[in-house]
Antibody
Framework: EMQLVESGGGLVQPGGSLRLSCAVS????????MHWVRQVPGKGLMWVSR????????SYAESVKGRFTISRDNAKNTLYLQMNSLRGEDTAVYYC???????????????????WGQGTLVTVSS | DIQMTQSPSTLSASAGDRVTITCRAS??????LAWYQQKPGKAPKLLIY???SLESGVPSRFSGGGSGTEFTLTISSLQPDDSATYYC?????????FGQGTKLEIK
């Protein structure tokens, strides 16, 4: 059975740092691109970042660029999100998600989040 | 960046009703669109991918349509278990973005 289990959330002061982890099992982690998506409690979903299967390529939402770093350890089947210079508006539940890959002959590959972890809550407050 | 706009924001319908949720993209995304269902305290669950492909294990009363900038999610015969918030999301280019969500209440 496929599982994605996030950890590392908690209470942190503004300006502080936190590293989230997402441990996966039940599928070949190194075959999949991965994402982080967050959700302010009671609000909508916001895509945060993605990483390629080998870790060589990453993308970020503008609001976290330069502060957050996505990475992975394929030997440990684990995805990470290093969050620095945290702000109150970063308070949210953070989900990791696996990507399903699609190919279009003319335009290339596309990646759709298909399976999600249960999330970990990050609270940024003094 | 591509903006996604969903309507309506809330929807109340009875069991057995047919309901449709609409999602509009600010520019063409071909069919690179997904629909998710989220229940309180739970992670989103993929329902539809590539605008109209039904995810394995999802009941056939769910269907998706559209391409370009206009998309729909239709539930053909509402069941009590369909009470949830539904989100569209494009995966055409980065940054991905979600619609603001449609909260569906079963009367």
């Amino acid at each position: 059975e496929m599982q994605l289990v996030e950890s590392g959330g908690g209470l942190v002061q503004p300006g502080g740092s936190l590293r989230l982890s997402c441990a996966v099992s039940g599928f070949t982690f190194s075959d999949y691109w991965m994402h982080w998506v967050r959700q302010v409690p009671g609000k909508g979903l916001m895509w945060v970042s993605r990483i390629s299967d080998d870790g060589s390529s990453t993308s970020y939402a503008e609001s976290v660029k330069g502060r957050f770093t996505i990475s992975r350890d394929n030997a440990k089947n684990t995805l990470y999100l290093q969050m620095n210079s945290l702000r109150g508006e970063d308070t949210a539940v953070y989900y990791c998600a696996r990507s399903r890959k699609f190919y279009h002959f003319f335009t290339g590959y596309y990646y759709c989040p298909d399976s999600w972890g249960q999330g970990t809550l990050v609270t940024v407050s003094s | 960046d591509i903006q996604m706009t969903q309507s309506p924001s809330t929807l109340s319908a009875s069991a057995g009703d047919r309901v449709t949720i609409t999602c509009r993209a600010s520019q063409s995304i071909s069919n690179w669109l997904a629909w998710y269902q989220q229940k309180p305290g739970k992670a989103p669950k993929l329902l539809i991918y590539k605008a109209s492909s039904l995810e394995s294990g999802v009941p056939s009363r769910f269907s998706g349509g559209g391409s370009g900038t206009e998309f729909t999610l239709t539930i053909s015969s509402l069941q009590p278990d369909d009470s949830a918030t539904y989100y569209c999301q494009h995966f055409n280019t980065y940054p991905y973005s979600f619609g603001q969500g449609t909260k569906l209440e079963i009367k």
